[in-house]
């Protein structure tokens, strides 16, 4: 859409990153991934940690804190695309040991060759070829590095019983257009990459294929307050998923009048997302 650009710096995710489960869960990943990499190498060890589409920093500074917990020494990398959010991440993580490299998974074997870690979070469903960039992240990892990455747009997500708030969002989003927009309407055949969800087996099979074995697999349950929902309605990318063709300021006033109609119609506080939490290791090579 030739309007992205623009409205990318109004409908960001960054309202949504604020929320305190979306730190939770996280965090879990975090803490598990580094502490599998901190019984993996020698005491005082210096360890490379890389995070692929590292935004403004949320997960960054998670990253920074659990290395500082467990006292191992290391640097941390950031490898985005959006120069904008590298700016913002700077600011926020000034005098800290890290740095930031604009760029993406082309990208990452030459900026943090032979990294202990590679954190992509939060993100992989949105790329189309899931499995170029698994291989070109197992590509940048050293000898028994470890990539972790989470996902609430996988098969599965879904909590059990939360299918109805879904559909009923879907609906009272589509009726406000109608009403408001009646020529805003979404395209039948507009799949983006947002839509491109895999099941937990398919990301392991990836890994697989590039040497990669899942050490650690969970679903952690997030419970997701209203709030929250009107906030990544309002992500544009999530929009164009959600309602694609629809102009992104007019699909974010929908979703977000939709979200607050669901939860007062089937009286909820809040609606559970599943999270899928992986860590992978790099196999030894012979």
């Known amino acids: 859409m030739a309007e992205t650009p623009i409205i990318a710096a109004s409908y960001t995710f960054d309202p949504f990153a604020r929320h305190k489960f979306y730190h939770d869960v996280n965090q879990s990943l975090v803490r598990t991934a580094l502490r599998l990499l901190d019984a993996s190498r020698p005491a005082g060890a210096r360890v490379r940690v890389a995070e692929l589409a590292s935004g403004t920093g949320a997960v960054t500074e998670l990253i920074l804190d659990e290395l500082q917990r467990l006292g191992r020494p290391g640097s941390v990398i950031g490898v985005e695309p959006s120069f904008e959010a590298i700016d913002v991440a700077r600011e926020r993580l000034n005098g800290r040991t890290v740095s930031f490299e604009q760029g993406d998974a082309d990208d990452l074997a030459r900026i943090v060759p032979g990294a202990d870690a590679v ?67 979404p395209s039948k055949n507009g799949r983006t990459a947002a839509m491109q969800w895999l099941a937990p087996e398919e990301y392991a099979a990836l890994c697989e294929r590039y040497g990669l074995r899942i050490v650690s697999s969970e679903r952690e349950e997030a419970q997701m307050p209203l709030r929250s929902w009107q906030d990544i309605g309002r992500y544009w990318l999530f929009i164009e998923g959600a309602l694609p063709g629809v102009p992104i300021p007019i699909g974010a006033d929908a979703l977000e009048y939709a979200a607050a109609e669901a939860f007062t119609e089937l009286h909820l506080s809040e609606v559970p997302r599943i999270w899928l939490q992986l860590v992978a290791q790099r196999a030894e090579v012979h």
């Open 119 to 185: 954190f992509f979070c939060n993100a992989i469903h949105l790329v189309p070829d899931k499995s170029d960039a698994i291989a070109k992240i197992a590509g940048a990892l050293g000898p028994h590095g470890l990539f972790a990455c989470n996902s609430a747009f996988f098969e599965g997500t879904y909590a059990p019983g939360s299918e109805r708030f879904y559909h009923l969002w879907t609906r009272r989003a589509l009726g406000w257009l109608r009403q408001h927009h009646p020529d805003a309407r």
